[in-house]
């Protein structure tokens, strides 16, 4: 299996395909979110971040995700409507998929499972679950859903060569 995310493809929350090809040479981090969870003003900080960083071979990729208690229950254009009027989300958004389970999305196949990423095996715990990706797009690291997006240790993966 090759261990890169550039193989892959997904649906955009405006419907169009996204390629992950595209994203060869940027840090990337993934992030699965939520309208209605006490995680969601992470949004926040989310885009604090990639406005810090975008100048920076650096993007952020948001997957909403209604697997855990039903806490994304609203249409992708909902959704959108929702980021853009309460947190101005600018990052790509894509449109809504299961991120856990056995009908779960490749990109979270290939996130979650040591055999797709020559990493490590790991469980979304919650919503707002951060994989870090080099621009290689290699699995480089997971960080909690609790940790903020500008947290030292995210802060300084960016910064290193």
């Avoid at 003003?41 to 920076?56: C, F, G, V």
């Avoid at 600018?90 to 979650?112: E, R, S």
């Avoid at 480089?140 to 290193?160: G, L």
Wanted: charged letters at 30%.
């Amino acid at each position: 299996m090759n261990s890169s995310i550039h193989q892959f493809l997904a649906t955009d929350i405006k419907g169009d395909t996204f390629e992950f090809s595209d994203l060869k040479g940027k840090k990337v981090m993934i992030v699965n979110t939520a309208s209605q969870c006490g995680l969601t003003p992470q949004y926040e900080k989310l885009q604090e971040l990639y406005d810090t960083y975008k100048d920076s071979n650096f993007t952020i990729i948001g997957f909403p995700s209604n697997d855990f208690m039903g806490q994304e229950p609203e249409s992708d254009s909902e959704i959108s409507k929702f980021c853009v009027e309460n947190y101005g989300v600018k990052f790509k958004m894509m449109g809504k998929i299961k991120i856990k389970g056995d009908d779960k999305h490749d990109v979270y196949q290939f996130l979650t499972d040591k055999e797709w990423n020559n990493k490590q095996d790991s469980s979304v715990e919650w919503n707002f679950q951060k994989y870090l990706l080099n621009g290689n797009g290699e699995l480089e690291k997971v960080i909690s859903p609790k940790t903020s997006p500008m947290d030292e240790e995210i802060v300084n993966w960016i910064k290193q060569d």
